[in-house]
């Protein structure tokens, strides 16, 4: 279906033979240098990246020395860009990080909520267990804001306020890897309570060909780029610790092996960056390749097909890799009685810059 609503359908869903939703997308693949080699609807959307923009806010993190300072490890740094499942594994690690960084989880400025995972909050049901700050999603990232704040001697108490060192220090630091100047990003709260980015998705997009180029370069690069490669190389090497079992980020950096990373962002922004090859070289890429993903209506069952779906047209990967991923691309629709009740379609199109020209 190509119809438009606010801009171009990329998926359909179906009951039966009936049209039940449609779903409005933009997207942007850029290079390392930031040139739009490819689009679909709306690729300056102005996107709210939610959680997506975690690696360039650990990014202003790990500048200011704390990971060193406090003794925090590869896998710390991968929670700190993740938005995990609370699994005990995740948990443990942010109470880890809190106490490497001398504080305490009453210090951390988010709060407990329901897991993203249906296994642990059976099992918290089970337990009757209420989950704490660090059980959040996004305790990775506040453990870490709290050690970044210590790093730079300011104090701790309001680290997640807009004015606060560290997050001016955070709101410059998106900016500049985002090759904007700091007034052209504007500023929301986000779930997890710190501030939250919007910028041009294709900026986003420019972003994680950063941090995949940083990881093909090579020991002498500049200290922005060894950053972003220390980033990637954390994500990919604990994908586990970026979401957990049954998530797609970690299922789509188990599956490629280190060739790209991918993070999702609340409702329904994805971003994806692929270190360079023959295959992206191919695309007219020079340097990594970067791929953002906006679906208007949140729905990231929809947001994962598309992603999914990008990676077959760009032809990334192997037929092998990508088929891991057949089950977040194509995804069953059943009712309570495992019926098959209808189905998703997929229409997104991606077009050479140069034709729309």
Same mark, same amino acid.
């Given at each position: ?10 998926? +359909? ?30 690729? $300056? ?14 990014? %202003? ?5 704390? !990971?060193?300072?406090? =003794?925090?490890?590869?896998? *710390? ?5 993740? $938005?995990?499942?609370?699994? *005990? ?11 490497? %960084?001398?504080? @305490? &989880? ?23 267990? +209420?989950?704490?700050?660090?059980? /959040? ?15 730079? =001697? %300011? *104090? ?13 220090? #955070? ?5 500049? #890897? ?10 929301? #709260?986000?779930?997890?309570? !710190? ?6 998705? &294709? ?19 500049? %200290?922005? $780029? ?13 994908? &586990? ?13 188990? $599956?490629?092996?280190?060739? !790209?990373?991918?993070?999702? =962002?609340?409702?329904? @922004? ?26 208007? *209506?949140?729905? +990231? ?9 990008? !990676? ?5 990967? +192997? ?22 009740? =209808? ?10 810059? /140069?034709?729309?020209?």
């Amino acid at each position: 279906m190509t119809g438009r609503v606010n801009g171009p359908v990329a998926a +359909t869903t179906y009951r039966g033979d009936a049209i039940e939703n449609t779903h409005v997308a933009h997207l942007a693949v850029v290079d390392a240098q930031g040139g739009l080699l490819y689009g679909f609807g709306d690729p $300056s959307r102005m996107t709210l990246a939610r959680s997506a923009a975690k690696p360039a806010q650990a990014l %202003a993190v790990l500048e200011t020395g704390a !990971l060193e300072r406090f =003794g925090f490890e590869e896998a *710390d740094l991968a929670l700190m860009c993740g $938005s995990h499942n609370s699994e *005990d594994r995740h948990i443990e690690r942010a109470r880890q990080m809190i106490a490497k %960084a001398n504080a @305490s &989880e009453a210090d951390l400025r988010c709060g407990g909520h329901a897991p993203i995972s249906d296994a642990v909050y059976r099992s918290w049901i089970k337990r009757d267990f +209420t989950p704490g700050a660090v059980c /959040s999603n996004c305790s990775g990232k506040h453990a870490g804001m709290l050690a970044g704040a210590q790093a730079i =001697g %300011a *104090d701790v108490q309001d680290y997640h306020k807009a004015d606060h060192p560290l997050q001016l220090r #955070v709101k410059h630091t998106v900016a500049d #890897v985002c090759d904007l100047p700091d007034e052209a990003v504007q500023w929301a #709260v986000d779930g997890c309570n !710190l501030p939250t980015p919007a910028f041009p998705l &294709e900026r986003l997009a420019r972003l994680y060909a950063k941090l995949a180029d940083a990881a093909a370069q090579s020991s002498e690069a500049s %200290a922005r $780029s060894a950053a972003l490669a220390r980033i990637y190389r954390a994500m990919t090497r604990y994908p &586990e610790m970026v979401a957990g079992e049954g998530r797609f980020c970690t299922a789509l950096m188990r $599956s490629f092996d280190g060739a !790209l990373v991918g993070k999702l =962002g609340a409702e329904a @922004s994805y971003a994806i960056g692929v270190r360079p090859n023959e295959q992206t070289a191919r695309l007219g890429a020079k340097g990594a390749l970067g791929i953002a993903v906006k679906v208007e *209506d949140g729905n +990231t069952t929809v947001l994962y097909a598309v992603v999914a779906q990008l !990676l077959t047209q760009l032809d990334i990967g +192997t037929a092998a890799q990508r088929a891991q991923l057949e089950s977040f691309r194509a995804p069953p629709m059943r009712n309570t009685m495992g019926v098959e009740t =209808g189905r998703l379609a997929l229409s997104v199109a991606l077009e050479p810059v /140069s034709a729309k020209q």
